[in-house]
Nanobody, 126 residues
């Protein structure tokens, strides 16, 4: 399975970006999909996740109300709409896919994600 993230860039605070993640090589609409981010000098952190079947979503508190995840199973793609961006959102954003659909407390960790994309850089200027 290969994941390709795109859509990052430089944006001013308050602006918006839409990240895309295209999957190939045997992904399933049942896969758990997620976005993580890693800022310079910090650990990778969970941003948002979406289950395959049913499409339940999970958001980090820091992005609730500003970010929205969606998926298009026909296109094997996942999207992250990011609005009201803040300088603290600056990071490399990674998409990830998992073959299982664990409980919520595990969804927000890196544990259930088997495949990772290469990352796309988002820079938010103040």
């Amino acid at each position: 399975v290969q994941l390709q993230a795109s859509g990052g860039g430089l944006v001013q605070a308050g602006g918006s970006l839409r990240l895309s993640c295209s999957a190939s090589g045997g992904t399933s609409s049942r896969y758990l999909m997620g976005w993580f981010r890693q800022a310079p000098g910090k650990e990778r952190e969970f941003v948002v996740g979406i289950r395959g079947s049913g499409g339940s979503t999970f958001y980090a508190e820091s992005v609730k109300g500003r970010f929205t995840i969606s998926r298009d199973n026909a296109k094997n793609a996942v999207y992250l709409q990011m609005n009201s961006l803040k300088p603290e959102d600056t990071a490399v954003y990674y998409c990830a896919a998992g073959r299982t659909n664990p409980i919520a407390s595990v969804v927000v960790t890196t544990t259930p994600y088997d495949y990772w994309g290469q990352g796309t850089l988002v820079t938010v200027s103040s």
